[in-house]
């Protein structure tokens, strides 16, 4: 899933106090997964802002909505009428979602509540974790199954390096060595030979480094 | 209109009994009670739309710590209620409106003495 943590209260008041009419709008998939932006996520943030509003003198009108997906236009067709009546919207989708309904309802502001972080899992309730880096070139079948894309810092491809101690990364002490994990997979494995391999060069023009990713299947096009 | 009370969020197994056993039950008129199953029911956004409904204040009453039935309800409870006071010192508001306590059943006393610092609170 695509992850996201709400920006901080005062940010976000900031950016819809001037707005008027203001309409949260909910995601039901990714980040009501992550708790971040759903239903409970939309309810709380606009039981908070009114709450600022009527202390600090705003009028600021506040609707609540939240749809399945902003990110695939089928979904709009709900809440159409109220984005219209809006002044802005203020997305908790992830930043797809913010920018899909932007691009949907022209003239219509759309701000983000939220900071998109990275495609993770959850670990256990309040914590996720990034396994997926959108290189557009998987390595997973050279690796046991753990991505040193995402999971190593430095993406290192013939790892590790010397920054690692006891199994964790140097960045930041809770987070595990992504080569640790390689190795300690691909002996499990009984692979670890296939990891005395120099992998070449990789090609990141599949990811950010080739510009604004685009899918073109014509087997699939109406 | 009549004026808003505040809502004590209280605990099946613990609050609400000492609630029903209190020697003055005109004191319960101080507050809104709503029964909740295990204080591990309580959610943010229930607490904050009391507030935003008008109550003057939200009182969040569970077991005693280490003794709840579903054994974490209680804790849980409290990060939410500290998670719900973050977000009112955020929005500009007085921590102090959401409160919590922990009584076992047989506290009534205890529970007394909350419900009068109300009463004396509201004269």
Known sequence: MITAVQKPFEEIYRMVEASGKLLILGCGTCVTVCMAGGEKEVGILASTLRLAC??????????EATIERQCDREFFDPVKAQVLGADAVLSMACGV??????????????LPALNTRFYGTTVQQG?????????????????GGVCPVARCAKSLLNGPCGGAQDGKCEVDKEIDCGWQLIYDRMSALGLLDSLMEIQPVKDWSTGR??????????DVEL | MEK???VAFCCENSSLKAAEALSDPSLLEAVEIVA???????E?????????KGHP????????????????????????VERVRQLLGEAGLDESRVRMDFLSSLDSHRLAEILQGIKRSEA
Not at chain 1, 97 to 110: A, H, I, P, Y
Not at chain 2, 36 to 42: D, E, S, Y
Not at chain 2, 65 to 74: A, E, F, P, T, V
Request: charged share 30%.
């Open chain 1, 54 to 63: 009527r202390e600090r003198g705003s009028s600021l009108e506040i609707e």
């Open chain 2, 4 to 6: 808003k009370k505040i």
């Open chain 1, 209 to 218: 480094d080739g510009g604004p990713g685009r899918i073109r299947r014509q």
């Open chain 1, 97 to 110: 979602g913010v920018q899909f309904c932007s691009e949907l309802f022209e003239g219509k502001r759309v």
């Open chain 2, 36 to 42: 909740l199953p295990c204080l591990g029911k309580i």
């Open chain 2, 57 to 80: 204040g939200v009182l969040v009453l569970g077991c005693p710590l280490d003794n709840c039935q579903y054994l974490r309800g209680n804790y849980r409870a409290v990060k939410r």
């Open chain 1, 127 to 143: 914590l996720w974790s990034e396994r997926c880096a959108g290189c557009g070139t998987c390595v997973l079948d050279r690796f």
């Open chain 2, 44 to 52: 943010i956004g229930l607490v904050l739309k009391c507030l935003e």
